[in-house]
């Protein structure tokens, strides 16, 4: 096992073996609050919040996306999550959603940036409305790709949904999200700790290993 101090993995997003698949994010929402990989944003009375009456199964929370007031004041309500895939191919997302009541605008939908959120592309459309939530995979490589653009550093993945009713009216649901990616390997040079602007790359020679993990004062 590799032991570190806490200053070599000050850049470190994520630890895998090189050419492996990884499992990069995963969230079930099982907090009142979202975590700190989230963040929410929005115009006018937009909401965002967890939700027991909008979620998938029959324990712990889903995500639910609306305006909190019924007028003719038309909101949009953003749920973000910034990823670094730097490091990573056939990058894929998956999750529960349930489209409540919205009616199709061209500003709902799933929408991705990679330069921090100074552009967002759309990626994914909602589907109808239904009562109950069905799983989804969105393949963020080949959608990245299909906009020309590359995965990098600065990822953001947006829900976002647009209308001017609470739900059940309208608004949309998400629970279960999953991202998981191919590690690609590393042409920087060296062994052990090598840090670099986004990251820190971990080699070691141990051809009879059937497990690699890194330990230091950043784990415990």
Same mark, same amino acid.
Do not use: H
């Given at each position: 096992?590799?032991?570190?101090?806490?200053?070599?993995?000050?850049?470190?997003? !994520?630890?895998?073996?090189? &050419?492996?698949?990884? $499992?990069?994010?995963?969230?079930?929402?099982?907090? /009142?609050?979202?975590?700190?990989?989230?963040?929410? !944003?929005?115009?006018?009375?937009?909401?965002?919040? $967890?939700?027991?009456?909008?979620?998938?199964?029959?324990?712990?929370?889903?995500? $639910?996306?609306?305006? %909190? +007031?019924?007028?003719?004041?038309? !909101? $949009?309500?953003?749920?973000?999550?910034?990823?670094?895939?730097?490091?990573?191919?056939?990058?894929?997302?998956? *999750?529960?959603?349930?489209?409540?009541?919205?009616? @199709?605008?061209?500003?709902?939908?799933?929408?991705?940036?990679?330069?921090? &959120?100074?552009?967002?592309?759309?990626?994914?459309? *909602?589907?109808?409305?239904? %009562?109950?939530?069905?799983?989804?995979?969105?393949?963020? !490589?080949?959608?990245?790709?299909? =906009?020309?653009?590359?995965?990098?550093? @600065?990822? =953001? =993945?947006?829900?976002?949904?647009?209308?001017?009713?609470?739900?059940? %009216?309208?608004? +949309?649901?998400?629970?279960?999200?999953?991202?998981?990616?191919? +590690?690609?390997?590393?042409?920087?040079?060296?062994?052990?700790?090598?840090?670099?602007?986004?990251? /820190?790359? *971990?080699?070691?020679?141990?051809? @009879?290993?059937?497990? +690699?993990?890194?330990?230091?004062?950043?784990?415990?």
């Amino acid at each position: 096992m590799m032991r570190f101090t806490t200053a070599a993995v000050a850049a470190l997003s !994520s630890i895998s073996l090189m &050419g492996s698949a990884a $499992t990069l994010f995963t969230d079930s929402f099982n907090s /009142t609050t979202l975590g700190p990989a989230w963040s929410a !944003s929005g115009t006018n009375q937009w909401r965002v919040r $967890t939700s027991t009456t909008y979620r998938n199964g029959t324990s712990g929370y889903g995500v $639910t996306l609306d305006d %909190s +007031v019924g007028d003719n004041v038309y !909101s $949009t309500s953003r749920l973000d999550l910034k990823m670094n895939l730097a490091t990573y191919s056939n990058v894929v997302l998956t *999750f529960r959603f349930r489209n409540v009541g919205e009616e @199709n605008d061209s500003s709902d939908g799933l929408f991705l940036s990679t330069d921090n &959120g100074a552009t967002f592309s759309k990626i994914w459309s *909602f589907p109808a409305i239904s %009562s109950t939530f069905s799983l989804y995979t969105v393949n963020v !490589s080949s959608a990245a790709a299909s =906009i020309g653009k590359a995965l990098g550093p @600065n990822c =953001i =993945i947006r829900w976002q949904q647009y209308d001017n009713y609470p739900l059940s %009216s309208d608004g +949309v649901a998400l629970d279960d999200v999953t991202i998981t990616g191919d +590690v690609v390997a590393s042409t920087r040079s060296g062994v052990g700790a090598i840090p670099y602007t986004n990251g /820190t790359t *971990f080699r070691v020679w141990a051809p @009879n290993a059937s497990a +690699v993990a890194v330990a230091g004062s950043f784990n415990g």
